[in-house]
């Protein structure tokens, strides 16, 4: 159950959130500059690249290196194909898992390490391997990890993480929004310098500009009433959500959202891009899980029983209005089956100003959700 008064009560907010969640979405536009200048003091700027990198290999633990490689390879785009190593092992622990290069891998490919953690021996091991394939190293990992001297090792590119003091007493989760702002910033800048993507420094200033807009808006300090975060976690208490998304970048921020979901608040969701979300997702609205379905008799006592659970559409979109769009029939489809639909629309800017603002959005509503409902 999600306790909605708490949503309205700052100070009960931040007792609560004891894994500084809030914080680190609310701060996610400093740590943008911050990863932004540790880049920088690392040398990025002053890398001179023979030429764009014939592929981009992304490998690090859990979500996180998930959500960056999947922005990268749609911000990316054609220009280079962009794939993530998936770990193998028997566990999620950092002395568990392994990494291996792809057999093609090779000097003209580019290896992109992302860790919030650093102490992974198979990450080392995989750089080491990188090295003698001559595959080009950069990482971007907690400074003084064990990580930083394989690196160098490999004769790579160490940029130390973006960190906060209140992060260090105990492990970070992969979701968190902080974690996601201090790996993704360094490598949008290395990749600019490749000629992959346009992430040039007064482009990402303007993305921590945006990330402080959207904390301004979705703040613990603003009402639930005008809150677009809160709002969506009140929305989403007792719903299994339907995340439908339009748009290149949204698709990334929509999987992005359904993690958040899973490994902060402990929710399941779906997620799906139109317009082939409305053929995917016809029979589930339409099934016992649309909010009209009450299998059994309408008047019988409820009182001790738990809420059922019926689907809510979240439609996160990044074009204009007047474009071609699949939101109407979205639209359409959800009220048919009596099915509510929640929106978000990032106001106008660039490529990368809009995706981030999705993505502050709905980090802020999955914290929401977590701290209220006491995940």
């Not at 209140?166 to 910033?185: F, K, Q, R």
């Not at 998304?245 to 958040?260: D, H, I, L, Q, V």
């Not at 996160?316 to 048919?336: E, F, K, Q, V």
Request: hydrophobic letters at 45%.
């Amino acid at each position: 159950m999600l306790d909605e008064s708490l949503l309205d009560t700052p100070e009960a907010l931040a007792e609560a959130d004891r894994r500084a969640l809030l914080r680190g979405a609310a701060e996610a536009g400093a740590r943008v500059r911050t990863a932004a200048r540790h880049a920088a003091e690392a040398g990025v700027h002053d890398l001179k690249p023979d030429g764009r990198p014939r592929a981009i290999l992304i490998a690090g633990p859990g979500a996180a290196a998930i959500c960056v490689a999947d922005l990268l390879g749609t911000l990316a785009g054609a220009s280079s194909p962009v794939t993530r190593l998936a770990p193998t092992g028997v566990a999620s622990a950092a002395g568990a898992l392994r990494w291996e290069l792809p057999g093609w891998a090779g000097s003209v490919d580019l290896l992109l390490i992302t860790t919030p953690d650093g102490t992974e021996p198979g990450l080392s091991l995989l750089a080491e391997q990188a090295y003698r394939r001559g595959c080009t190293v950069v990482a971007v990992a907690p400074s003084r990890s064990p990580l930083t001297e394989a690196v160098d090792g490999a004769h790579g590119l160490f940029v130390p993480m973006a960190t906060a003091p209140y992060e260090h007493d105990e492990p970070l989760a992969a979701s968190a929004p902080g974690v996601l702002w201090a790996l993704l910033t360094p490598l949008l800048a290395i990749l600019d310098r490749t000629g992959l993507l346009s992430a040039p420094p007064e482009a990402l200033e303007k993305v921590a500009d945006r990330l402080d807009q959207v904390a301004e808006r979705c703040g613990p300090a603003v009402a639930t009433y005008s809150n677009p975060a809160k709002t969506l976690a009140s929305e989403l208490a007792e719903s299994l959500p339907v995340i439908w998304t339009e748009g290149t970048s949204a698709g990334p921020a929509g999987r992005r959202f359904a993690a958040a979901l899973a490994e902060l608040a402990g929710r399941p969701a779906l997620v799906s891009e139109l317009p082939e979300a409305l053929a995917e997702h016809n029979a589930l609205l339409a099934g016992p899980l649309a909010a009209s379905a009450d299998p059994d008799d309408f008047f019988r006592d409820r009182v001790d029983e738990a809420p059922a659970l019926h689907a809510r559409v979240v439609l996160l979109r990044d074009r204009p209005i007047g474009g071609l769009t699949a939101a109407p029939t979205a639209r359409d489809l959800a009220l048919s089956h009596d099915t509510p639909i929640s929106e978000l629309e990032p106001e106008e800017g660039g490529e990368l100003e809009t995706l981030a603002e999705l993505i502050a959005m709905t980090d802020f509503a999955a914290v929401y959700l977590a701290l209220a409902s006491g995940a």
